[in-house]
Nanobody, 114 residues
């Protein structure tokens, strides 16, 4: 399975973006899917994850602003990002885990201007 991320862009602080990550095959058997981000000069960090059963987790800095979801019929993972802040600026990656196989999508750039 390959992952294709999209939806990044330039937005002003307080604005919204929705990232999409479409898989080339079914996501039904994915143990988990997640969004990571990496800002310049920083390590990649886990932003949000969703398990096969729908359990979601977020890093503290995005709780209440970001929502992770998935649509099986579209084989797509989403990240709705509201009230964006300049510190959310980063390259965002989607990720999936199926058994012991970890797959990464290419990054999509999110830039938030103050």
């Amino acid at each position: 399975v390959q992952l294709q991320a999209s939806g990044g862009g330039l937005v002003q602080a307080g604005g919204s973006l929705r990232l999409s990550c479409t898989a080339s095959g079914s996501i039904n058997s994915m143990r988990s899917m997640a969004w990571y981000r990496q800002a310049p000069g920083k390590q990649r960090e886990l932003v949000a994850s969703i398990s096969a059963g729908g359990h979601v987790d977020y890093i503290a800095s995005v709780k209440g602003r970001f929502t992770i979801s998935k649509v099986y019929a579209k084989n797509t993972l989403y990240l709705q990002m509201n009230d964006l802040r300049p510190e959310d600026t980063a390259l965002y990656y989607c990720n999936s885990v199926r058994g012991t196989v970890i797959t990464w999508g290419q990054g999509t750039q999110v830039t938030v201007s103050s």
